[in-house]
């Protein structure tokens, strides 16, 4: 869902994360097998092992495997690099960022660690930090399409959007096939409301990788948006035949659910979404959604109050609470409500002011 997820319309969008999804380990060990020192010997070992632990998806052994290579050879640059690209796996940013500087501090010549530092610090919104990596290794990286997309993703993160949109399209002029520059442009192009050419980029995403979820959860909201509920359930079947406890596209493939009418398959998914995600604020409202349409407004008040307390900025909320309010007789609340609605642009609250609270 970067760093930054992209919330769009009434769903639940989403830009991929680079860091996690196609980070490149330092495959060699420098040490040589025939080196005086055992103990860098021995490092050199544990880092073969610990890369074939990475590549095998087992992140916590490989973990342990990176930490003995460094208990041996406590200036292994690359172990420090490939460690901080493991505990970037594991959600645990700021302690790759710690290693990833140490990694520099060795070897000020490993720029690579530079590139996934820059990252890392997108995530954690340092953006002068991911900035001054960027700019440091701008030269060594001038070809590189992965640069670009960071690079990219750097400026959607600050909202540049026509900066991040450059960026996407000079890392696809150096590779075309750069999966996740096509579905950060697509998510781009998405927020601007040009819905043809982030269909466009969504598309070849996922023909270049058929299970990217990303794209296909993408190409699943604008489904939605066109009201074409069947194609948008298809997409966010791909999804979850893949990974069944996705939260998102659990959330996104409930809410076409809940258009078309099948309110009980809609409340099964989101009662797994929000299981799995709890602080999903899109999840629940929708949640309030399915319960104003089962008639039980508490129960929906109960949702999007929640929701709410969660501050994410979520699309119509405000205006589906006012309306549960008015349709309670609470009309001085339904218009405060919609008062608030009104300053972040919810199109529920603004039609519903206009209209009933003048």
């Not at 953006?127 to 960071?150: G, M, N, P, T, V």
């Amino acid at each position: 869902m970067l760093k930054k997820v992209i919330y769009c319309n009434q769903f639940n969008a989403r830009v991929l994360n680079p860091v996690t999804s196609a980070l490149v380990l330092i495959l060699i060990a420098l040490m040589l097998q025939s080196c005086d020192n055992q103990n860098k010997k021995d490092a050199s070992d544990f880092f073969l092992k610990a890369n074939r632990a990475y590549q095998e998806n087992n992140h916590a052994e490989a973990l342990r495997l990176y930490d003995e290579a460094i208990s041996k050879n406590s200036e292994f640059a690359d172990a420090y690099l490939n460690k901080g690209i493991c505990l970037l796996k594991l959600n645990r940013t700021n302690d790759a960022v710690d290693n990833l500087t140490k990694a520099i501090e060795v070897d000020a010549s490993l720029i690579q660690a530079n590139l996934v530092r820059s990252e890392a610090n997108i995530q954690l919104r340092n953006f002068e930090l991911a900035k001054q990596d960027l700019k440091s290794i701008a030269k060594a990286y001038k070809d590189s399409s992965r640069y670009f997309l960071i690079k990219g993703n750097l400026m959607q993160a600050q909202d540049d959007e026509a900066g991040a949109l450059a960026d996407y399209d000079q890392a696809l002029t150096l590779d075309p096939n750069n999966v996740e520059a096509l579905v950060n442009r697509g998510a781009v192009y998405y927020h601007m409301n040009s819905y043809l050419q982030a269909k466009r980029d969504f598309l070849k995403a996922s023909q270049l990788n058929p299970s990217q979820p990303e794209a296909l959860n993408n190409l699943g909201l604008i489904s939605i948006r066109d009201k074409n509920w069947k194609q948008a359930t298809a997409y966010f079947d791909l999804i979850l035949n893949k990974n069944p406890s996705d939260p998102l596209a659990l959330n996104n493939k409930a809410y076409a659910l809940l258009q078309n009418n099948d309110l009980v398959g809609a409340k099964r998914l989101l009662d797994r979404a929000i299981e799995i995600m709890p602080e999903n604020g899109y999840a629940l409202r929708n949640l309030g959604i399915y319960f104003q349409r089962t008639k039980q407004p508490q129960a929906a008040l109960a949702e999007f109050s929640k929701a709410i307390d969660l501050a994410q900025n979520v699309d119509m909320l405000y205006g589906l609470t006012g309306l549960t309010y008015w349709e309670l007789k609470n009309k001085v609340k339904a218009c405060e409500l919609w008062n608030q609605g009104k300053i972040l642009s919810d199109s529920i609250s603004i039609a519903e002011l206009r209209n009933k609270c003048q």
